[in-house]
């Protein structure tokens, strides 16, 4: 296979298979890579939500448009469909750490299942990594432990939910932890705050609104080199409200300063500010300012 083709891995015994571990249950699976065979450095798709531990520097990731480097104690989260992998020669490396995967039908009717895309960090980028303290590394390792557990023991009409609570502890545990890192890099997250304002403040003060619409949190992201969901999520804890709604607010006081522009109608202002049509930035306004525009510029 050439190195920048893409290797699809459907489902969890196939991953098994080719590191060479035992599938105990046919869609989750805990892998010890210190018991595994090496690995071909290709760039994959899977079919099943994937999250490795590496303990060593591993080399060059490549993952969504970016490359990261693993340091010891980072945990990546991977959805299906999405492509990740080492670039390389094709070359086999022993690997180091953990893996955790398990199939969307493992979780199809539970809780888990419900509330699968709560857990945003699986549309993370990579270099939005996970970074664990020692003791956040033995939790992890507890949660890895109890599932392996389970899995080799007899099945029962207790093993899918023991099995499917255990992961959904591990994530939980997993979201407190990103919380503890957007706090503890809150001066790295405070300059992204900054530099979205003054992103914005100029979007909204030029004629990008008109030649590229409304202004979207992708877009802003995108300007930031982050995933659209690291970026709300950050969003969202530094400053308390979500991004589009940040957005929204920004929005509304540089329409304010603009219905007072005698030679520019609501429509005008509507327009230059990215909306399609005039009632939905009305609607927008008497939603966030209690009254209309036009009620807005008579009361004041």
Same mark, same amino acid.
Request: proline share 3%; hydrophobic share 35%.
């Given at each position: +296979?050439?190195n920048? #083709?893409?290797?699809?891995i459907?489902?969890v015994?196939?991953?098994n298979?080719? $590191?060479?571990?035992?599938?105990?249950?046919?869609? $989750?699976?805990?892998?010890? =890579?210190? !018991?595994?065979?090496?690995?071909c @450095?290709y760039?994959?798709?899977y079919?099943?939500?994937t999250?490795?531990?590496?303990?060593?520097?591993?080399g060059d990731? &490549?993952?969504?448009?970016?490359?990261?480097?693993y340091?010891?104690?980072t *945990?990546?989260f991977?959805?299906?469909?999405?492509?990740?992998?080492?670039?390389?020669d094709g070359?086999?490396r022993?690997?180091?750490? %953990?893996? *955790?995967?398990?199939?969307?039908?493992?979780?199809k009717?539970?809780?888990?299942?419900?509330?699968?895309?709560? &857990?945003?960090? =699986?549309?993370?980028?990579v270099?939005?990594?996970?970074?664990?303290?020692?003791?956040?590394r033995e939790?992890?390792?507890?949660?890895? /432990?109890?599932?392996?557990?389970?899995?080799?023991?007899a099945i029962?009409?207790h093993?899918?939910?023991?099995?499917?609570n255990?992961?959904?502890l591990f994530?939980n545990y997993?979201?407190?932890?990103y919380?503890?890192?957007?706090?503890?890099r809150?001066?790295?997250?405070?300059?992204?705050?900054? !530099?979205?304002e003054h992103?914005l403040?100029?979007?909204l003060?030029?004629?990008?609104?008109?030649?590229?619409?409304?202004? +979207?949190?992708?877009?802003?992201?995108? @300007?930031?080199?982050?995933?659209?969901? &690291?970026?709300?999520?950050?969003?969202? /804890?530094?400053?308390?409200?979500?991004?589009?709604?940040?957005?929204?607010?920004? *929005?509304?006081?540089?329409?304010? #300063?603009?219905?007072?522009?005698?030679?520019?109608?609501?429509?005008?202002?509507? %327009?230059?500010?990215? =909306?399609k %049509?005039?009632?939905h930035?009305?609607? *927008?306004?008497?939603? !966030?300012?209690?009254?209309?525009?036009?009620?807005?510029?008579?009361?004041?």
């Amino acid at each position: +296979m050439d190195n920048q #083709e893409v290797e699809i891995i459907d489902n969890v015994s196939d991953y098994n298979r080719m $590191v060479n571990q035992e599938t105990l249950h046919p869609l $989750v699976s805990v892998v010890d =890579f210190s !018991k595994s065979d090496p690995i071909c @450095q290709y760039r994959r798709n899977y079919g099943f939500y994937t999250v490795f531990l590496k303990d060593v520097n591993c080399g060059d990731m &490549y993952y969504g448009k970016h490359t990261y480097d693993y340091q010891e104690g980072t *945990l990546v989260f991977i959805a299906p469909g999405q492509i990740s992998g080492i670039t390389g020669d094709g070359t086999y490396r022993q690997p180091a750490g %953990y893996a *955790l995967l398990f199939h969307p039908d493992l979780i199809k009717g539970t809780n888990l299942g419900k509330h699968i895309n709560d &857990y945003s960090f =699986f549309s993370y980028d990579v270099h939005e990594a996970l970074h664990l303290s020692e003791k956040e590394r033995e939790i992890i390792l507890e949660c890895f /432990k109890n599932i392996r557990h389970e899995l080799e023991q007899a099945i029962d009409k207790h093993s899918k939910s023991l099995i499917v609570n255990n992961i959904e502890l591990f994530l939980n545990y997993c979201m407190r932890f990103y919380d503890r890192q957007f706090v503890t890099r809150d001066h790295v997250n405070r300059g992204f705050i900054g !530099k979205f304002e003054h992103l914005l403040d100029d979007y909204l003060r030029s004629d990008k609104p008109k030649n590229l619409g409304f202004p +979207m949190v992708n877009y802003f992201a995108e @300007q930031l080199n982050l995933s659209a969901n &690291y970026f709300g999520d950050l969003i969202k /804890k530094e400053l308390g409200v979500s991004a589009q709604e940040f957005i929204h607010n920004k *929005l509304i006081e540089v329409a304010k #300063e603009q219905i007072f522009i005698p030679a520019k109608s609501i429509s005008e202002i509507s %327009y230059d500010l990215g =909306f399609k %049509y005039p009632q939905h930035f009305t609607r *927008l306004f008497k939603t !966030k300012v209690g009254v209309s525009p036009s009620e807005y510029k008579t009361l004041h």
